[in-house]
């Protein structure tokens, strides 16, 4: 079995809040006086870490993240419960901690190498290499204080990755980066993960989650709801800033019902592997078995989001036309923009004529956040074309498809085109006009970006049957 470096049973934190400083002398003065609102960061957190991992954990802010995380590091104690780590540690906490603001960069170096077990000359053998990662030139020699966030970062990371880490924890750090520095970061992170560091990564960030983490939890008001995978880690965060005020309790109900058929899953999982010895094998490095359970617990439903609007939508200049309200409906026409995969929908917009025009055709497309043309209707076909329209009609265009698309999030594109002046050219054209998200389907196992619906064949050849041919060829 592998090795837990991470151990925290029953473990609770709970933070004084005072209305005016004054009052906590007040209560040191006189003990018998309770000044202070109790308010608990973090319940009944109980979490076993193994080696290799790399854990994702995700929350909205005041969850309990940063909390959790340095009680794991060591910077605050839990008010209940047993924290064990086992190994050399290393952080890269909020900004601001770890770092003397009054000392150089040069100095925090050997300060916070010193901190973690190096000596002097170890530290100075490694400074180059930490300084050239950190790339922030002359300013390693000038007070942190003076310092952008961005350099911050950069130098803390460096530090915080340089010293071969059993455990590496790091708290939401690398969004300040820009994205070129963000790529070497990762990049750093593989190698730790290959050399079989153990890794927690706190970040809002989706991809960077489901990218680099074998595992998640889940973290709000204090509470670990959900250990998963990152994926279903992440579907569940963000069903839940998304929920409706009325609908948050239900939702919460129903992933901690959710953990705790994961639980159930992965004991009886467990036990019964210790029982048969040809049974399943226990899942490698943390990771946890879902099959079984994804498809018996989780209900993912179709739903409109108000706040997903895309940020730079392109509405090029009408000419003649118009489109409107484009956007996806269920078969029944209720408008959404969260889909399941493999299900059918309509995406749909309306045109309004301003002038009469002939050989009108109307087209589609889909793209990735990266702008990828992943599929479309082409403007050409006879089916989606009109060979006249007169000034003042609504034409209603409707695009059945299949969302043979893996979970993700995708953008919509419109276009129409007819003859103006005897050129057939665009009447109008939106580009990245509507976005939808696609949550998984239960069936589904499909990677990449678009589901193929694969369907996998495995035959066990008979090896008896090989080793009478191999024996025949040898006579
Ligand atoms: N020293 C403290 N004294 C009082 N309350 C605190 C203290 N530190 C944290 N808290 C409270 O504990 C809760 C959890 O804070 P924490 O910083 O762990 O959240 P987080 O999940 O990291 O949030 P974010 O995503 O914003 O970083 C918050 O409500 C915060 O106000
Ligand atoms: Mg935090």
Known sequence: MTETVISLKNVSKC???????VDRLKEMIFPGKKLADEFWALRDINIQIP????????GRNGSGKSTLLQIIVGTLTPTTGEVDVKGRISALLELGSGFNPEFTGRQNVFFNAQLLGFNQKETENKFDQIAAFADIGDFIDQPVKTYSSGMFVRLAFAVATSVDPDILVVDEALSVGDEAFQRKCFARLQIIQERGGTILFVSHAASSVTQL?????LMDHGELLLTHTPKLVISKYQKMIYAEPDKAEELKAEIR?????????????HQSSLETKNGNSPAKNGEIKKEPVISRAIEYYEFYDPGMIPADTVRYPSRGAEIINPCITTLKGKVINHLIGRQEYIYTYSVIFFKSTSKVRFGMLIKTISGFELAGSSLNAASQSLQYVEAGTTVSVNFRFKCLLNPGVYFLNAGVVGMVDDDLTYLDRCV????????????????????????????????DFINQEQESEVV
């Open 213 to 217: 983490c074998k595992s998640a939890i």
């Open 257 to 269: 019902e959710l953990n705790k058929l994961v639980k159930q899953e992965a004991e009886n999982h």
């Open 15 to 21: 933070f004084k809040r005072y209305k005016h400083p």
């Open 51 to 58: 080696k290799g991992q790399t854990l994702g954990i995700v």
């Open 432 to 463: 990245d006009v509507a976005m939808f998200r696609v949550q998984p389907c239960a069936e589904s196992h499909s990677n990449g970006i678009v589901d193929l619906v694969i369907e996998p064949c495995l035959t066990v050849v008979n090896t």
